[in-house]
């Protein structure tokens, strides 16, 4: 039998007794201390259009926003509609964050416009396409690639849309590979200290995974992208016949999707309120730890999809990146890489310093790659190596019914 669990009296009557005075927390964010790189009247809050607005527009309307839609969220190798994509994460991460916000009475929209931005980095073929593109550009570069860290280059370098320093702190510190019991903000002062956190990043393993949010909003977002996942992921993995849910450990925060997203957000509500930080009880911590780590052993690392992967979308990232590096080097614009996405990036009309085309040959690769999408890094790399052997295949909707109707035919 599902269980629900349900806030205490004392907190419900507290949060409608300040949604009714329409108060926001003395914690949330203040729309008139939000940092822009550049201050332009465009960028100015409107009645209608307040200040991280405009970052929710802007995410939205960005070239690589739509791409959401056919990058792989856990389930590569799948044609099938009912499991989740990153377009459906990024809504569900909002909706949690959102939630949550709004019973703390936290700046609903910064919290809406970093949850949609989070993912816009991320590659092809989900944390495995992360992986081999990382063991990629570190070994051309010495550097490495964190799909949050993309996130943000997509929105302040390939293309300068000006978001907001919070917005942009809250992507790039969201790893929701990571929990914490307590998520307790660190402040940062301005876009110089953001741009040295960055680059430390890139050459730094550790420090890139244990930078935090500077805000309680990216707080929210970071705690509700492991709550979006939890439990889809054991719903997705029922829906490809890899794990029935069954599976899974009924434990302090139940085994269901309904369950798990109920009750953590019921806990972290009730152990926030008016407070300075994000956090779990110690029980509920506990379980979503046990929960994430469960999910490993029952879906994230089978072997057998992992497998398949390892000996066709890795080697094949592998000779993409050398031809495509090979190209900007010889400056061949007929390349799919001039083509369709140095033009693309170009045709753009914001302003730059620098023409975009002037970056390190590396990154540009990388920048390329992490745009695309699955279905595209397969027609990509049929077009540049139209002999190759190496392919990937999919399991359709219709592989059980042929196997059915075969032995049925014995």
């Not at 822009?36 to 995410?59: G, M, N, Q, S």
Request: charged letters at 25%; proline letters at 4%; one cysteine or more.
């Amino acid at each position: 039998m599902p269980k629900y669990e349900v806030l205490s009296r004392e907190v419900a009557e507290q949060i409608q007794k300040a949604r009714q005075g329409a108060i926001l927390s003395p914690m949330a964010f203040d729309d008139g201390q939000v940092q822009r790189r550049i201050d332009t009247a465009k960028d100015i809050a409107t009645i209608w259009r307040p200040t991280f607005v405009h970052d929710i527009d802007k995410i939205l309307h960005c070239p690589f926003y739509n791409r959401y839609t056919d990058k792989t969220q856990v389930f590569s190798l799948y044609k099938n509609d009912d499991i989740t994509r990153r377009s459906l994460h990024v809504q569900l991460v909002s909706r949690i964050a959102r939630t949550i916000g709004a019973a703390l009475h936290l700046n609903l929209d910064l919290i809406e416009a970093i949850a949609l931005g989070h993912d816009l980095g991320h590659p092809p073929f989900a944390h495995t396409g992360e992986t081999y593109l990382c063991e990629l550009y570190n070994k051309h570069t010495g550097r490495y690639f964190f799909h949050n860290l993309q996130s943000v280059r997509v929105l302040d370098s390939i293309y300068p849309l000006n978001i907001s320093l919070q917005t942009l702190n809250g992507i790039a510190t969201h790893n929701g590979e990571i929990e914490c019991e307590e998520y307790l903000p660190h402040p940062m002062k301005s876009f110089e200290e953001f741009d040295r956190c960055m680059e430390r990043c890139y050459t730094d393993l550790s420090y890139a995974k244990s930078i935090m949010p500077d805000t309680l909003e990216g707080c929210v977002v970071r705690l509700s992208d492991i709550i979006s996942y939890l439990g889809k992921d054991r719903q997705d993995a029922a829906r490809t016949k890899m794990a029935d849910e069954s599976l899974f450990m009924d434990d302090d925060i139940g085994s269901i999707n309904a369950e798990i997203i109920n009750n953590l957000c019921v806990n972290v509500i009730e152990n926030s309120y008016g407070k300075p930080y994000i956090k779990l009880d110690d029980k509920h911590f506990k379980a979503l730890q046990k929960a994430r780590l469960e999910n490993y052993r029952v879906i994230y690392n089978h072997a057998a999809n992992m497998a398949k992967l390892d000996t066709s979308v890795k080697p094949m990232m592998a000779e993409i990146y050398e031809q495509l590096l090979e190209d900007l080097k010889q400056e061949n614009k007929y390349s799919p890489i001039w083509r369709h996405h140095i033009n693309v990036v170009n045709r753009t009309y914001y302003k730059r310093n620098t023409p975009y085309e002037a970056t390190e040959p590396n990154q540009i690769v990388v920048d390329y790659i992490a745009s695309m999408t699955d279905d595209y890094f397969i027609a990509l790399h049929k077009h540049l190596f139209p002999e190759s052997q190496l392919q990937v295949k999919y399991k359709d909707y219709f592989n059980e019914d042929s196997r059915k109707r075969d032995k049925d035919d014995v």
